[in-house]
Nanobody
Framework: QVQLVESGGGLVQAGGSLRLSCAAS????????MGWFRQAPGKEREFVVA????????FYAEPVKGRFTISRDNRKNMVYLQMNNLKPEDTAVYYC?????????????????WGQGTQVTVSS
């Protein structure tokens, strides 16, 4: 059974940092490109960042460029999202997703597996 479990969310003040983790089981993430998405109340799920299977390429949504960094450790079957200089508009549930492919993808429908999400709340 495939599971993606996110952790590391919480409440932080604007300007602060959080590091999200995604632990995968039931699949070998080295065979998957990985992504982070988020969904704020009343809004659709939106792309945040994705990383290629090898980790050599990544693609960021404009609102998070320069503030968020995705990384992966294929040996540990883990994906991370370092979030710095957080803003209130970053408040959302953050989801980890796996796509059976090589390149980073921005479209949620392209992903095969999803985690349950972790809440990130940024206070002003």
């Amino acid at each position: 059974q495939v599971q993606l479990v996110e952790s590391g969310g919480g409440l932080v003040q604007a300007g602060g940092s959080l590091r999200l983790s995604c632990a995968a089981s039931g699949l070998t993430i080295s065979n998957y490109s990985m992504g982070w998405f988020r969904q704020a109340p009343g809004k659709e799920r939106e792309f945040v960042v994705a990383i290629s299977r090898s980790g050599r390429s990544s693609f960021y949504a404009e609102p998070v460029k320069g503030r968020f960094t995705i990384s992966r450790d294929n040996r540990k079957n883990m994906v991370y999202l370092q979030m710095n200089n957080l803003k209130p508009e970053d408040t959302a549930v953050y989801y980890c997703a796996a796509r059976d492919g090589t390149a980073p993808y921005t479209i949620p429908g392209e992903y095969n597996y999803w985690g349950q999400g972790t809440q990130v709340t940024v206070s002003s």
